[in-house]
C-alpha cells in the first residue's frame, strides 16, 4: 500500500431506513492533498462528511485514516463516543452553521477541545488559540462572544477551533453557503491559506471557482453515489458525464455558483 495515503473512504455505505443516502463510496485522500466534493443538494455529501468520523455511523464501509479503522473495533463492534474521542480529534470539522457555543468566548470556544481531547495545559491551549486567532485574522476578537462576530468572522473562529484539534484531516461542509455574499472572500481567504500548508482537506462546496483554484481532485456525487471524479481541472474543463454536465451548466445559470 502506497504509504502517501492519509485516509481510505471504502465501501461507505448509509441507509436511513429503506433510504439510501450513500451507496458504495470509495475514495483515498493523500497527504496534503485536498478534495473537493461537488453534487446537488440531497446527493449525500453531507452524510458523506458525518460518516467520515462517525457522527453518522456508516452502514457498512470503513474509514480508514493512516491504518486505524475509525470507530469500530478490532471485533467491528462500534466504539463509545469516549472511545472515538481521540479519533474524532484527528478529524476537524467545519460546519455551514459554524456551531460555536455561545456562551463561550472566542477563545473559550477555541481551548476547549485540546484541553479536553489532547489533555493540553490550560496555558499552552491559550497560546495555541492565540496563534489560531492571528492565522484566521481574529486575534482582535479572543475576549468576544460568537453573537457579536459577523457571519464571516464566526465561520473563521470555527475553522481556529477545528485546527485547535491538531486534526491531520480537514472536513468542510458548505463553509460559506450560511453567509452573506460579502463575507464569503474572507472565508475562502483561510481557506486558500490552509491549503498553500499543504493541509489534507476534504471540502464540500457551491463555489466551483474556488474548487477549481484550490481542489487537486474534484469528486461529483449524485444519489449517494461517485459519478465522475479526476483532477479538479479536467473534471470541470471537461465533465465526461451528462448529469455533471447538467450540474455545472444549473450553477452557471445560478450566478457562478454562489450559495
Ligand atoms: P447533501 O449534503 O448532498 O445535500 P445530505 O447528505 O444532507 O445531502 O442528504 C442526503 C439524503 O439523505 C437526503 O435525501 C436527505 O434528506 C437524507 N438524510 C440526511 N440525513 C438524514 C436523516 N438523519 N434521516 C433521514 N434522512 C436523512
Ligand atoms: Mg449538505
Known amino acids: 500500500m502506497p504509504t502517501d495515503i492519509l485516509l481510505e473512504v471504502s465501501n ?7 433510504l439510501a443516502v450513500l451507496e458504495n463510496v470509495s475514495f483515498n485522500l493523500r497527504r496534503g492533498e485536498r478534495i473537493a466534493l461537488i453534487g446537488p443538494s440531497g446527493s ?17 464501509g470503513d474509514v480508514v485514516l493512516e491504518g486505524q479503522v475509525i470507530g469500530r473495533r478490532r471485533n467491528g463492534q462500534q466504539m463509545s ?14 460546519f455551514q452553521h459554524f456551531h460555536l457555543w455561545p456562551h463561550l468566548s472566542v477563545s473559550e470556544n477555541i481551548v476547549l477541545q485540546p484541553r479536553k481531547v489532547r489533555g493540553m495545559k490550560s496555558s499552552d491551549a491559550r497560546a495555541l488559540s492565540a496563534q489560531l486567532l492571528s492565522k484566521v485574522h481574529l486575534a482582535h476578537k479572543a475576549d468576544e462572544m460568537p453573537q457579536r ?10 475553522i481556529a477551533r ?3 484539534q491538531q486534526p491531520k484531516v480537514l472536513l468542510f461542509d458548505e463553509p ?3 453567509l452573506d455574499p460579502e463575507l464569503v472572500g474572507e472565508v475562502l481567504t483561510v481557506i486558500k491559506e490552509l491549503a498553500s500548508e499543504g493541509r489534507a482537506m476534504v471540502l464540500v462546496t457551491h463555489e466551483i471557482s474556488f474548487a477549481r483554484e484550490v481542489a487537486d481532485r474534484i469528486i461529483f456525487m449524485d444519489g449517494g453515489r461517485i459519478v465522475e471524479e479526476g483532477d479538479a481541472k479536467a473534471v470541470l474543463d471537461n465533465p465526461q458525464s451528462p448529469r455533471l454536465k447538467q450540474f455545472l451548466a444549473s450553477l452557471q445559470l445560478s450566478g457562478g455558483g454562489h450559495g
Open 12 to 18: 461507505l455505505c448509509k441507509s436511513f431506513g429503506s
Open 44 to 60: 449525500g455529501k453531507s452524510t458523506c462528511l458525518r460518516a467520515i468520523n462517525y457522527l453518522e455511523p456508516p452502514t457498512k
Open 81 to 94: 463516543d469516549r472511545e472515538m474521542a481521540p479519533q474524532r480529534a484527528e478529524i476537524g470539522m467545519v
Open 149 to 158: 462576530l459577523s457571519g464571516g468572522q464566526q465561520q473563521r473562529v470555527a
Open 162 to 164: 477545528a485546527l485547535a
Open 176 to 178: 460559506t453557503s450560511a
